[in-house]
């Protein structure tokens, strides 16, 4: 089971948007997903006793490629009271993504690595970041710079 955050603490992604249907094609299953709005704010009573597996949440526009601010958003979400008790933050799946990498030419890496997240054991020996790297230097002959996810 997936939580997706947006940049707002407790305001997910559920029924008809894009972070559900990447969580689905990623092959996972949204918390979510049967809320009928897009963008639903939910209490952290639900996320608690949905109890995900892993977290994830969209990097603030402010953080683009700073690997601290990334963490600090990470830290944020491991540290609040209201989640101590959720199988994501006790085992540390919680990962902090920049949107960029679902957009564009750069969708299939945010896939992979959403998909790399939510069944590590089948994509063990995939690289998202070498990936990355690779289509931008192919596509763009450029050399990756910055952070775009964390963990």
């Known amino acids: 089971l997936v939580y997706i955050e947006w940049y707002t603490s407790w305001q997910s992604f559920a029924q008809g948007s ?26 952290p009573e639900f996320v608690v006793e949905k109890n995900p597996d892993i977290i ?17 958003v990470r830290n944020e979400i491991l540290n609040r009271p209201e989640l101590q008790a959720v199988k994501a ?11 960029i990498i679902l957009e564009g030419i750069r969708y299939p890496i ?5 998909a790399k997240w939510l069944h590590p054991e089948l994509f063990a020996d995939v690289d998202p970041d070498a990936v990355h790297a690779q289509l931008v230097q192919r596509f763009f002959g450029l050399t ?7 963990p």
């Open 144 to 150: 990756l710079e910055g952070t775009f996810v964390s």
């Open 56 to 72: 994830l949440r969209m990097a603030p526009s402010e953080a683009t490629g700073n690997l601290t601010a990334f963490e600090a």
């Open 18 to 43: 894009a972070g559900n249907k990447i969580i689905f094609d990623a092959g996972g299953i949204n918390i979510a997903a049967e809320i009928d709005q897009p963008a639903p704010v939910l209490s």
């Open 110 to 114: 945010g896939l992979l690595q959403w």
């Open 89 to 99: 933050v006790k085992n540390g799946k919680v990962y902090v993504y920049d949107p």
